[in-house]
């Protein structure tokens, strides 16, 4: 027959039989149990323990068959050295499992040797010798099976600690899948899908769990591995398993492993044996097998092939603190949070587990933890001591297999008695809500605060943590009278309270300035205990209290006038709520410069993906830089006066003249021009807003422009049937609520916090999508779809 017909016919025939394999291709037969033991240095571990093996090591290997077992296997070790480099023949071990006194094999890992594998061939007289022929004879294949098999065994390790954990909590506490799948996903490297956490409680778990062989997040592993064979049947098999006809996409990665190796090994079957790949999962002394193919027992029989550890030097786990923000030992349920560590969750390779502390005088001790991965890291075992001292410093260490490691340093606190002190002293004055600052101790170790005092009353203080040895709050003095007061500052643990002693005082009333410019309706009295002033008198003008500040430097009040303020200079009467009046020299100061917005504008085209977004008006992008214009219309700005750009929080920026940002057009009307993350820092979104400063005389803030962070949407997919779509993008996260109608009736809620690249929506009414950005939750974009 010629070549090109043959080959138009194994296509038929590989397109027809692909795609029914593929539902049929999980890892969901359980296989044997084998028994294995690795003993180093006189220390024996389960084969669940142990991550890799090296030269030297001995390994005691059974199999665990039931009493009953009529097919005779033999258990076969072969150890390799490279995928050009046949392995010697005495690098083989055999054990009759059928036979008691020979069910069982002690060896030792040769020098030299570089993978392992294990195989189960039925017994059928001289088996033992085609094994090893056929291992010898292509070694390189069953290299490669023992590389990728281990790594898709691990895969399966998470994924099964994945949904173990997820029925655990959905049938214990269903209530607390919505916060605690995001964790597990998270620690143990699972996709999650975020639809499943607004159905039912009920009906999250099986949710969660359902497609389980795609939730493995695919890891990058170089070439395939039909690429180590060359040979038209081979190659054919693999390419067309890739293509969507071929079955593409039923496979998670690591299924799509074994699958290349099974097609590798059926590549060069005999009449005798065939080969097929099995995941082992190390559970204790237990490697647990599971195969994707049911075993034949006629010919040609079915061998196993299990990868068993890799050898060399095992790599220490490089795993990072979860984050840069304390924890405090002593708090109850203590988990001190890790990021890339999903193999402390889904293997046995970690032991002995303990955080080495050193407290600040010198003192060490060492506390045991345990990995727990419904809180993302490892959980402290036993209560930290009140007299351990003042601790800033933890290092996760352990045994990794049979190796020692020591890391990452993990961010904790802990503080001794007496650490707290009020900043700048302790003097409060009564009479108002008092702000206070501690210093000192260790910030998030602190429970619960409350202010006693001279009768023993408490009064419980909110606070909050400003830094990793501060707190502020502000005291409830209003009515307090002055004397001696007592802060109480529970910590976690056992440790007593700290004691910090105040002392209240009455402050003396101080006038030092009332600020109040030409043509405004209101001016600022500087001074002490300002909350006594009920009113101001001054060219005929009355003023009456508005808002209250309180700095560092003393209080300031708004006073509001009942005219507008008029030129000229002369004496106020300040009237205070005991019935005394003050006098204090005033003279209003030129006119604050005010301006009318007239328009704005991006500049600089902001990146967008195949659906463009239409911002509403006063919304624009936070990558792109912005135009406005503003008309003077009382003072003036000249060429040394600025305008003031500012966010909800954070520092001004200022926009000059001479530095090119304003440009005058007529004696009236100013062009600004910036960029908000070259001015403000790259973090800047929200609401803008702007104020024109002349010498000592600042305009009053008005509102600018509201700066988005923009999603990049890249296609609407809609099957020709169903009444869902698939919406594609990147920064799906900056997305609140997307719909098909503009108020956002009924729009898709996205999670707080989501990563994926894809994101279902019902089939939308019409070619407009509407969206709600976090960064302008008061303004709705739109998307307008092609055709």
């Known amino acids: 027959m010629p070549r090109l017909p043959l080959i138009s016919l194994l296509l038929a025939l590989l397109v027809a039989a692909l795609p029914a394999q593929a539902q049929q291709n999980a890892f969901d037969l359980v296989g044997p149990d084998l028994k294995l033991s690795v003993t180093r240095g006189g220390v024996t571990l389960p084969i669940g323990a142990v991550p890799s093996l090296q030269p030297g090591d001995k390994v005691t290997a059974e199999a665990a068959l039931p009493p009953d077992q009529s097919a005779h296997y033999l258990l076969v070790v072969a150890f390799l050295r490279g995928a050009t480099n046949p392995p010697p023949k005495d690098w083989f071990f055999v054990a009759e499992t059928w036979r008691k006194k020979k069910n069982r094999m002690e060896l030792e890992v040769p020098k030299g040797a570089e993978q392992a594998v294990l195989l189960l061939a039925p017994e059928t007289g001289g088996g033992f010798d085609a094994v090893r022929d056929t291992v010898r004879g292509r070694p390189g294949v069953f290299v490669r099976a023992a590389q990728d098999l281990f790594q898709a065994s691990l895969d399966r390790a998470r994924l099964d600690a994945f949904v173990t954990a997820v029925g655990r909590i959905g049938e214990s506490a269903p209530e607390r899948l919505s916060t605690a799948a995001p964790v597990?996903?998270?620690?143990?490297?699972?996709?999650?899908?975020?639809?499943?956490?607004?159905?039912?409680?009920?009906?999250?778990?099986?949710?969660?769990?359902?497609?389980?062989?795609?939730?493995?997040?695919?890891?990058?592993?170089?070439?395939?591995?039909?690429?180590?064979?060359?040979?038209?049947?081979?190659?054919?098999?693999?390419?067309?398993?890739?293509?969507?006809?071929?079955?593409?996409?039923?496979?998670?990665?690591?299924?799509?492993l074994a699958r290349d190796v099974a097609k590798l090994f059926g590549a060069f079957r005999s009449p005798q044996y065939q080969y097929l790949p099995a995941l082992g999962l190390g559970r204790g002394d237990a490697l647990k097998l599971l195969l994707n193919a049911a075993p034949s027992f006629q010919n040609p029989r079915s061998v196993l092939v299990v990868a068993l550890p890799p050898l060399?030097?095992?790599?220490?786990?490089?795993?990072?603190?979860?984050?840069?923000?304390?924890?405090?030992?002593?708090?109850?349920?203590?988990?001190?949070?890790?990021?890339?560590?999903?193999?402390?969750?889904?293997?046995?390779?970690?032991?002995?587990?303990?955080?080495?502390?050193?407290?600040?005088?010198?003192?060490?001790?060492?506390?045991?933890?345990?990995?727990?991965?419904?809180?993302?890291?490892?959980?402290?075992?036993?209560?930290?001591?009140?007299?351990?001292?003042?601790?800033?410093?933890?290092?996760l260490q352990g045994r990794w297999g049979f190796d020692g490691f020591s890391g990452?340093?993990?961010?904790?606190?802990?503080?001794?008695?007496?650490?707290?002190?009020?900043?700048?002293?302790?003097?409060?004055?009564?009479?108002?809500?008092?702000?206070?600052?501690?210093?000192?101790?260790?910030?998030?170790?602190?429970?619960?605060?409350?202010?006693?005092?001279?009768?023993?009353?408490?009064?419980?203080?909110?606070?909050k943590v400003s830094g990793q040895d501060e707190l502020t709050m502000t005291l409830p003095l209003k009515d307090a009278k002055p004397g001696a007061l007592t802060l109480n500052i529970a910590r976690f643990g056992t440790a007593p309270p700290d004691m910090i002693p105040l002392v209240?005082?009455?402050?003396?009333?101080?006038?030092?300035?009332?600020?109040?410019?030409?043509?405004?309706?209101?001016?600022?009295?500087?001074?002490a205990r300002l909350d006594q002033v009920t009113g101001l008198d001054w060219h005929g003008l009355h003023f009456t209290p508005a808002d209250l500040s309180r700095g560092k430097d003393g209080d300031q009040l708004a006073l509001?006038?009942?005219?507008?303020?008029?030129?000229?200079?002369?004496?106020?009467?300040?009237?205070?709520?005991?019935?005394?009046?003050?006098?204090?020299?005033?003279?209003?100061?030129?006119?604050?410069?005010?301006?009318?917005?007239?328009?704005?504008?991006?500049?600089?085209k902001a990146a967008s993906g195949a659906l463009a977004l239409t911002l509403p008006e006063g919304v624009l992008p936070a990558d792109a830089a912005i135009d406005f214009s503003f008309k003077m219309t009382r003072g003036t700005l000249r060429d040394d006066g600025i305008v003031e750009i500012a966010g909800t929080d954070g520092p001004n920026a200022r926009l000059g003249f001479r530095d090119g940002a304003l440009q005058r057009i007529g004696d009236a009307v100013v062009v600004a021009h910036f960029a908000p993350r070259a001015l403000l820092g790259a973090g800047i979104t929200g609401p803008l807003r702007y104020r024109l400063v002349q010498g000592e005389a600042a305009g009053d803030w008005q509102p600018l422009v509201t700066v988005a962070r923009l999603p990049q949407l890249t296609g609407l997919a809609c099957p020709a049937e169903g009444s869902s779509c698939t919406l594609s993008g990147t920064d799906l996260f900056l997305v609140a609520a997307i719909g098909d109608k503009p108020d956002l009736a009924g729009a898709?809620?996205?999670?707080?916090?989501?990563?994926?690249?894809?994101?279902?929506?019902?089939r939308p009414v019409g070619k407009t999508l509407y969206l709600r950005l976090h960064d302008a939750p008061d303004s709705v974009a739109q998307v307008t779809l092609p055709g």
């Not at 009332?514 to 600022?524: A, K, Q, S, T, Y």
């Not at 300040?574 to 704005?600: E, F």
Request: some cysteine; overall charge neutral.
């Open 184 to 256: 597990l996903a998270n620690a143990l490297r699972i996709k999650l899908n975020a639809e499943c956490l607004s159905r039912p409680r009920s009906l999250q778990a099986a949710c969660l769990t359902q497609n389980r062989d795609s939730l493995v997040l695919q890891a990058q592993r170089g070439t395939t591995l039909a690429e180590t064979l060359t040979g038209a049947p081979v190659d054919l098999a693999y390419s067309l398993a890739a293509t969507p006809q071929g079955g593409g996409g039923f496979y998670s990665p690591y299924i799509g």
């Open 748 to 762: 898709t809620a996205v999670p707080l916090g989501f990563v994926g690249g894809s994101l279902a929506l019902p």
């Open 312 to 395: 060399g030097a095992a790599t220490p786990p490089i795993w990072q603190a979860g984050g840069p923000t304390p924890v405090c030992l002593a708090q109850p349920g203590l988990a001190l949070p890790l990021e890339d560590a999903p193999l402390l969750y889904a293997t046995d390779f970690a032991r002995s587990l303990s955080i080495h502390v050193t407290s600040n005088d010198g003192k060490t001790r060492d506390f045991p933890v345990a990995p727990d991965v419904e809180k993302g890291g490892v959980r402290l075992d036993e209560a930290v001591p009140a007299d351990l001292g003042t601790v800033s410093n933890a290092v």
């Open 504 to 527: 209240a005082r009455l402050e003396a009333s101080r006038l030092d300035r009332f600020v109040l410019h030409e043509g405004d309706r209101d001016g600022v009295l500087d001074g």
């Open 560 to 604: 509001k006038a009942d005219a507008a303020i008029p030129a000229g200079d002369g004496e106020a009467v300040v009237r205070l709520r005991d019935g005394r009046t003050m006098k204090l020299s005033v003279r209003a100061t030129a006119p604050r410069p005010a301006a009318t917005l007239l328009s704005r504008a991006a500049s600089g």
């Open 408 to 463: 990452p340093r993990l961010p904790v606190q802990l503080d001794a008695m007496g650490a707290w002190r009020a900043v700048p002293d302790s003097n409060v004055v009564v009479g108002r809500e008092h702000p206070l600052v501690l210093r000192g101790g260790a910030a998030f170790c602190v429970s619960q605060i409350a202010l006693s005092d001279a009768k023993g009353v408490r009064t419980p203080v909110p606070f």
